[in-house]
């Protein structure tokens, strides 16, 4: 599929002017106010974050309440039960939670939901285990704000919920002790796109704030925080980048020893937000896909002497849990090349009662990458049919499930990934609907795979002064990401080599800067082989990146894509 590359606009003005104040490269002042960051002061906080950037957790709606009852049930012995989501967002905010807590209480403990039997977010199942096991208070955790039914039910056996969740509220609120949701109407907490377990640390800091506790106590969780942004795709900047970049900070250095166990494989120097995302996300993740949340958990929460044991376990589940997504996303590449109506639609709806419950989401993500359309993966579980929904860039896949809600038992979810479940008979109704809201909805500019350009560049600009910069702009996420560059009229030198036939490798060097050449690695562009070959002079988009082999460190270009160039 031919991408389309996208140059934003930047106003040269504000360029010029904050070039002059940092006394900087027109390159770098270029990309800061590509990011909004246009002064002086902006620029310092985005360069240099502290920790006393971070919002004043009374600022959220509620928080006194909540904190308020917690100090009550600990001072009269209650029982106590954190709850959360089976996924990294739910059992980093379970651990961090529980963990802050036992240290004053004796009477808490913790209930991650099971998949495949109770489903997504609080549950009938677990509220009858806090009432049979005399529990008075819960703490949700990553959900809940949708659960109005549920909490009702909990408030009739006489227990109080306090809900810390990040995803969007529908017009009716639960009526729980304590709401902590800075997207709610009346929240003038300063930042909205906290994740699930950023506001189980707002709580725990706001708790620490109310017993005179030191802060050190509660930034020694910055790490499982840490790990909930990369995991949970929340934008990076503001409270979320200040979060993450002491997070990783710790992760570095000193990590908990469950996290430290999953990253004892890994091979990578630093750890960096990929690192979280591809390596430790995975596999705590595994264990609520395909076995129990709870297990992520005590990994978590595991000290040194059985950490190990249970990375490892996490580690075969997480093997066993990508060979089921890769079989099932074959199975659904299958349905769609079969059924020319699926293909002419500009939504994907795939429904085989057969699938595994804890791998749809993957497979839609898979599915949304190969064919770039909003797509809907289906399963069976207990006489339900559940799963999850993916996005294309700037789609809002929540609102369009919204708008079909008529059709479903529940749902809930963000902008680019939804989860819902409905009953069999009514599978058919919400799938046309789906189809149709889509179909009005999106644009054919959004159902065209894009490259966001930050700007373009000629290698003779390329060197470690810009290199060492540009990793000060990290950690990089949603809303900044890696710069993207382009340059053009550029050539390969020797011969390309293909990795596992999916992948190149090859020098380059560029028309005008012939005597400055780069290796360069495209992940996913074999296809890309045809067009270097024949043409004289291509143009690329890519990141720039710094790689160390043999205690040799060199620059490597991250190939995004390849064009061929346009003579004018």
């Not at 789906?434 to 490259?451: A, C």
Request: with cysteine; glycine share 4%.
């Amino acid at each position: 599929m031919e991408k389309k590359w996208l140059y934003h606009s930047i106003n040269h003005t504000e360029v010029a002017q904050l070039q002059q104040e940092l006394n900087t490269s027109k390159i770098i002042a270029s990309l800061l106010v590509l990011r909004r960051i246009n002064t002086y002061n902006l620029a310092k906080d985005f360069f240099r974050p502290s920790l006393n950037m971070l919002h004043h957790p009374f600022l959220m709606k509620d928080m006194d309440k909540a904190v308020t009852r917690i100090k009550q049930a600990i001072d009269a012995n209650e029982k106590v039960l954190v709850f959360g989501d089976y996924d990294v967002d739910g059992t980093t905010a379970v651990a961090l939670v529980f963990d802050f807590l036992k240290n004053y209480t004796h009477h808490i403990n913790y209930y991650i939901p099971d998949r495949h039997i109770e489903g997504y977010g609080i549950s009938t199942q677990s509220i009858d285990f806090a009432y049979e096991n005399n529990f008075t208070l819960i703490i949700a955790l990553d959900c809940g704000i949708r659960s109005v039914d549920k909490i009702l039910y909990a408030k009739n056996k006489h227990i109080d919920y306090i809900i810390c969740d990040h995803h969007l509220p529908s017009e009716t609120v639960p009526n729980a002790y304590a709401i902590l949701n800075p997207k709610q109407t009346n929240c003038s907490y300063p930042f909205k796109e906290l994740s699930g377990c950023g506001i189980g640390f707002k709580l725990i800091q706001a708790i620490a704030l109310y017993l005179n506790i030191q802060n050190e106590v509660v930034y020694n969780y910055l790490d499982l925080v840490a790990t909930s942004i990369a995991a949970d795709i929340v934008p990076i900047v503001n409270e979320n980048r200040v979060l993450a970049y002491f997070g990783l900070i710790q992760l570095n250095t000193n990590p908990r020893s469950g996290l430290k166990a999953i990253l004892s494989n890994q091979k990578q120097k630093k750890i960096d937000i990929h690192t979280l995302v591809f390596t430790v996300a995975p596999r705590i993740n595994a264990a609520g896909r395909i076995y129990q949340g709870n297990k992520a958990v005590e990994l978590l929460l595991s000290e040194t002497t059985n950490s190990k044991e249970f990375s490892d376990a996490l580690n075969v589940i997480n093997i066993e849990r990508r060979d089921i997504d890769l079989t099932i996303t074959q199975e659904a590449i299958e349905m769609i090349e079969n059924d020319s109506e699926i293909t002419n639609k500009k939504a994907i709806v795939l429904y085989n009662p057969s699938w595994h419950k804890g791998v749809v989401g993957i497979v839609a993500s898979r599915i949304v990458e190969k064919y770039y359309k909003p797509t809907i993966i289906l399963t069976l579980s207990n006489n339900i049919i559940t799963g999850s929904a993916r996005s294309v860039k700037d789609y809002n896949v929540y609102e369009a499930i919204d708008n079909c809600s008529q059709w479903l038992t529940q749902y809930g979810g963000h902008m680019y990934a939804a989860g819902l479940s409905l009953v069999e008979s009514d599978f058919l109704n919400f799938k046309t609907d789906f189809e149709q809201e889509v179909f009005k909805t999106i644009s054919e500019d959004q159902l065209r795979l894009k490259v966001d350009i930050d700007l373009e560049i000629s290698f003779n600009d390329i060197n470690s002064k810009l290199i060492n910069t540009l990793q000060q702009f990290a950690p990089f996420g949603p809303q900044n990401m890696s710069p993207i560059f382009v340059s053009k009229k550029v050539k390969f030198l020797n011969e390309v080599n293909y990795i596992q036939d999916k992948h190149i490798k090859l020098t380059i060097c560029q028309c005008s800067t012939e005597h400055i050449t780069f290796l360069a690695i495209g992940f996913s562009l074999a296809s890309s082989f045809k067009l270097i070959e024949q043409e004289a002079f291509f143009d690329i988009a890519y990141k720039i990146e710094e790689q160390y082999y043999n205690n040799h460190t060199y620059i490597q270009l991250n190939l995004v894509d390849i064009k061929a160039h346009l003579a004018h």
